[in-house]
């Protein structure tokens, strides 16, 4: 970060740095911001570190006294920014891509400065009401019903084990008061299609359920449950003695971005009293734009649907949004109340602590209204739909060339595709050789494209989620993977 | 904010807000954070607001179209602000006061900017090595074991439970896998102390083994779990057929900061083979002040140790630092690798995504690092210091005084008192004069002070733990409490 003053020696033995230093520093940090976002083509995409060397680079001990800002900074770009992974940047291509916005950062920046703890209503009155203003303004723009209320998680993971614990509770077996285990209880399951996010198989470990309480239902040609083997599956378990309790579907499943039929699950899961929880962690966000509005199809009956704002709506890591039908369905799953956490408001107002894991609560709704606000509904919908447009042309020059091999139907933002060169016959050679192209891509540090297996077969992935990501992007992007190609023989 | 220039459009068409945009928008947000620094005097602490004032001020439903950034920095000026809880103040001397200083909130503007996600060691290579260094200064700073490894988790909420979950895997049960139900296993107990966090048992409540799998154990006169008490609890459990599994000892209980006595609970954990977990949240950052190393007594034999630099290190919300004697007994609990993340570096690097319930992951590791560079370690043993010296002469003004009475000892920075006027007998009327109290001195706005029960009696905190909370605010704290106690007669 430029330097054009003397060095402001740090806080001592005063109590924290000054206002004054915090105005000067702070300059330089958001100067420093500006040119990072004015100038990607600065910084590779994938660095080009090796494990180990950062760590090397950094002193085995912490200082003994306090040190000046600036070498703190200098060392910030000199050590810490050449091993970052760039994800806010246009050529990050890869898993699914996000961006950290201007009004989003300047969120960020206010949130760290007044640090509200909003466990309770009395400890952030604003930060929560806030949250459930602006989940609800999120959940308008996706067409959700009006009874869906949200309330915001770090990530999908823990909005999918609020879900699974919800869940859990509301066979009414008592769970939450008497556990699991040594009562006799049958085993209980949930069910997910084979392309189904692992935080599914993870939230089921964590709730107790294990591995096996996590049943995967085959996937029709285009990655997307089958309905039928679904129901066959859940009579055969409760033939065997398991506890049926829920099913996740997906809308935009990590691997293909598929999206599981909905409206044939929740008929599914009516019949059997079964909870449904939607993952659309990264495929509710196209539903903002009003033509795609139908991916959220049957979602209305869903007694749980998680989306993550810092996916693809342009907010910063971490925030995501959780909506329930009933959220006192999630309130008898975790609420407690010890002596030093009551207040006078008691069950009048919303206490965030009752809806989570986490007693702790960082103000993360004000970088969403932010945002909201900057970009309007419509901007939302105008920048996603453009997302979907470069994905679609991506896709189609892919299909127009006999060397390439589109992988999986593109109903977002990402495509799957692999090189199929003449000469290479067999389904092996075809893994290691995309591997390769893969890691030749990677390296020229001008775009990051990450892969998937489809079906077992090696996939490389091309993920459209950043806001700077244009058209010149993933012509260059295409270019590039053209002439790895090329260079591979 | 102050706008000395005319309003800028939002980004229309245009991708992101444009990099001179965010400058601009950038100076203003740091001036006013300085601004807010500078004068706390300007913000009640505990604000005037009532519920659902906040939300009738912001419109029911988001704009159609984006607006400029001038009014929504307005906004959060004239709608947000006066409905904040000012934790960041000197005068917040509520539940564990904290501090965003300045060096943590220049690292989360940097944090927000970059936006890693650093799930993966290639997702973010300098956030996997920077948490892995800043955590073994930290360890260092405490005068914990060379052993132990750490990880950043979002609270001590999750961080217990990624404990407890460890635990529970560690009885080789293969709960992971098949789950705590439906097994003929026994049913799992852990065990803390009754005045240990509301955390504990919500742990047990997720993982599966319920309120009832969470067994409170008596504490002594001051407040410290009773070790013979413990084994007692564990023998008895046993032979009624339980599966004792795990002890939490806490080092700075959320009520009373008390300090269970860790070197015989180890002992007893030893004799029976469980996982000892220490909650020291709040008590661990006293151990970097040398002359308070022993707080931290027997801590060395713990199998996890959690302690949280956003309550007293100086870190904006949210960051946890979970310690483990052997982190693959947190990787075993949780690790799951589907296709779409496997990488070259395979297992020869840390993913962080195996150590915990998340998958994304935030990097969080910069703000830690950036403030113990600032501190130093000799910087936050001398402003810890300070606190505990705040709080003892705090402790001795009650003392001194016939009015108030002092309800626990003071072993670190939080002091329980009440008003005991001679014309208040019994203990409820002593309850609810102490309530008012309360009422009347957070009414003023100057000073927020919070409430326990302390066996059962109401009983006032003043916790000090702010960085800018210097004894001209404890004097003031004082001089309000007695000419609240005096008006309310």
């Given at each position: 970060l430029s330097t054009e003053h003397e060095p402001l020696p740090p806080a001592r033995p005063g109590p924290d740095m000054s206002p004054d230093e915090f105005r000067r520093y702070g300059h330089q940090v958001v100067d420093w911001i500006a040119e990072f976002l004015a100038h990607p083509?600065?910084?590779?995409?994938?660095?080009a570190v090796r494990p180990g060397e950062v760590s090397a680079a950094l002193p085995a001990s912490p200082p003994a006294e306090g040190e000046a800002m600036d070498g703190i900074l200098r060392d910030f770009e000199d050590v810490i920014v050449p091993g970052?992974?760039?994800?806010?940047?246009?050529?990050?291509?890869?898993?699914?891509a996000n961006t950290a916005s201007g009004p989003g950062i300047l969120g960020e920046m206010l949130t760290a400065a007044v640090n509200?703890?909003?466990?309770l209503w009395r400890t952030g009155p604003s930060a929560t009401e806030l949250e459930d203003r602006a989940l609800d303004w999120m959940r308008q723009m996706m067409g959700l019903p009006d009874a869906f209320r949200g309330t915001i998680q770090d990530t999908a993971s823990i909005s999918t084990l609020v879900a699974v614990c919800a869940a859990r509770e509301a066979t009414g077996l008592q769970i939450r008061d008497?556990?699991?285990?040594?009562?006799?209880l049958p085993r209980l399951r949930m069910y997910c299609s084979?392309?189904?996010?692992?935080s599914v198989e993870r939230a089921g470990i964590v709730a107790g359920?294990?591995?096996?309480g996590t049943r995967t239902i085959p996937t029709d040609a285009?990655?997307?449950?089958d309905p039928a083997a679904l129901e066959r599956a859940i009579a055969e378990d409760a033939a065997a003695g398991w506890k049926p309790f829920c099913v996740v579907a997906t809308?935009?499943?990590?691997?293909?971005?598929s999206i599981d039929p909905v409206p044939a699950i929740a008929d599914v899961c009516e019949r059997h009293g079964l909870w449904l929880h939607v993952?659309?962690?990264?495929?509710?966000?196209?539903?903002?734009?009003p033509e795609m509005r139908?991916?959220?199809?049957?979602?209305?009956?869903?007694d749980t649907l998680v989306v993550n704002?810092?996916?693809?709506?342009?907010?910063?890591?971490d925030l995501s949004a959780l909506y329930a039908r009933d959220p006192q369905a999630i309130r008898r799953a975790f609420s407690l109340v010890p002596a030093y956490l009551h207040t006078a408001e008691g069950a009048s107002v919303?206490?965030?602590?009752?809806?989570?894991?986490?007693?702790g609560k960082r103000f993360r709704a004000l970088k969403l209204w932010m945002t909201l606000r900057y970009f309007g509904a419509r901007g939302f919908a105008s920048r996603i739909r453009e997302h979907l447009r470069l994905a679609r042309d991506f896709a189609a020059w892919i299909d127009a060339d006999p060397a390439w091999e589109r992988m999986a139907p593109v109903p977002f933002s990402l495509v799957l595709y692999r090189h199929r060169p003449a000469g290479v016959a067999s389904e092996a050679a075809l893994d290691a050789h995309n591997e390769r192209l893969m890691d030749a891509v990677n390296a020229t540090g001008e775009v990051f494209v990450s892969h998937t297996r489809v079906r077992g077969r090696f996939a490389l992935r091309l993920a459209i989620g950043n806001l700077r990501t244009d058209e010149a992007t993933i012509r260059r992007a295409w270019q590039i993977l053209r002439e790895a190609a090329a260079g591979l023989g």
């Open positions: 083509e600065r910084h590779r995409v994938l660095p970052l992974t760039q994800w806010n940047h246009p050529g990050f291509l890869a898993y699914f509200n703890n909003a466990m008497e556990g699991l285990g040594g009562r006799g084979e392309e189904a996010h692992s359920i294990g591995r096996a285009e990655f997307r449950m809308v935009g499943t990590t691997s293909t971005t993952d659309a962690a990264y495929g509710g966000a196209a539903a903002v734009v139908g991916v959220l199809e049957g979602c209305e009956r869903a704002p810092h996916k693809w709506l342009f907010v910063p890591m919303t206490n965030l602590m009752d809806y989570g894991p986490a007693l």
